[in-house]
């Protein structure tokens, strides 16, 4: 009988001679997921872009290459389907070419996603679509978690006060502390690529960032569908996976880049967690800005150079 997955990969990191606690160590992954991996159970790994990160830097722990070990994970064991709203599938279906939505796009596709989910559900019960705004829905358990709010309130004032020499790491571990994340990433849209890539972090290792897949404007996920749509996406977790948001981060000039969270089961679709995700990006938005302004300063400044 062929050896499965997990203990094939287990017996190369023995060949290796590198134990789990040092791979946890290096990568900041934690190690009961890699003792279930090893035994073929992956049932709370995280979902989306996450997934191949962890699987790319435990295939680099043990000497193997990568690509091929994620094609064969993701082979045995699919992506969850990530879960995102209405409008963000439409966003997806329509062009990739144009620029990020500008606040008033923002709004004006609220409105349109809040219009084609009255219309849609009028139509499947063949009734007249009802225009009027729906009741707010009853709070769920998850809906009711308590959060530190003077430690929120805290943490804006110093993210209001920090500039772009700060050590804005702190502030992030800060911010997962509150809301209870395994981890974020401040993703910053690059113009002249036409990507997001990862600004500034906390919760992961700089051996799961460089594993990080380039995400595209068109890129199926969460992450990019937030920054298209300039909406909250959410993806469930499964089985106790963890679950994860994806919050724009706006400027006056639009969508700039996008606040994901990664955080434990059911957690995602908690209130007061998607609104303190929303402050802490908005937040944020001002630093990335002007980090972002710098950048293009140093490199207009250096191209003179040239020139």
């Avoid at 049932?43 to 193997?64: E, K, Q």
């Amino acid at each position: 009988m062929p050896e499965s997955f997990g203990a094939r990969f287990r017996r190369q990191r023995e060949r290796q001679r590198v134990t789990l606690a040092a791979i946890a160590e290096q990568t900041k992954i934690h190690l009961p997921l890699l003792e279930e991996l090893e035994h073929d159970r992956v049932a709370h790994w995280p979902s989306g872009i996450f997934r191949r990160a962890f699987i790319r830097a435990y295939a680099d722990a043990i000497g193997l290459q990568p690509d091929e070990v994620v094609r064969e994970f993701l082979a045995l064991y699919p992506d969850p389907i990530e879960v995102v709203s209405i409008g963000s599938a439409l966003e997806h279906v329509a062009s990739t070419k144009r620029s990020p939505p500008t606040r008033f796009q923002y709004f004006m596709g609220t409105a349109t996603e809040w219009m084609l989910t009255t219309w849609r559900s009028a139509f499947l019960k063949g009734e007249d679509a009802d225009v009027r705004p729906a009741p707010l829905p009853v709070p769920r358990s998850h809906d009711v978690l308590e959060l530190d709010l003077l430690a929120a309130a805290h943490l804006c004032t110093k993210l209001a006060q920090a500039d772009t020499d700060s050590d804005v790491t702190l502030l992030l571990k800060e911010a997962s502390r509150i809301l209870d994340a395994i981890g974020l990433i401040v993703w910053s849209w690059e113009h002249e690529t036409g990507t997001l890539s990862p600004s500034i972090s906390d919760g992961y290792s700089e051996r799961v960032l460089s594993q990080l897949p380039i995400v595209r404007r068109d890129t199926d996920n969460a992450t990019a569908a937030a920054f298209r749509s300039g909406q909250t996406c959410a993806v469930a977790g499964a089985d106790g996976s963890t679950s994860a948001l994806a919050v724009p981060v706006w400027a006056p000039s639009g969508c700039i880049g996008v606040l994901a969270v990664e955080l434990r089961n059911g957690a995602e679709q908690a209130a007061p967690v998607r609104a303190a995700a929303t402050i802490f990006a908005a937040q944020v938005g001002r630093l990335l800005q002007a980090t972002n302004a710098r950048q293009s300063e140093r490199r207009e400044q250096g191209a003179r150079r040239r020139a």
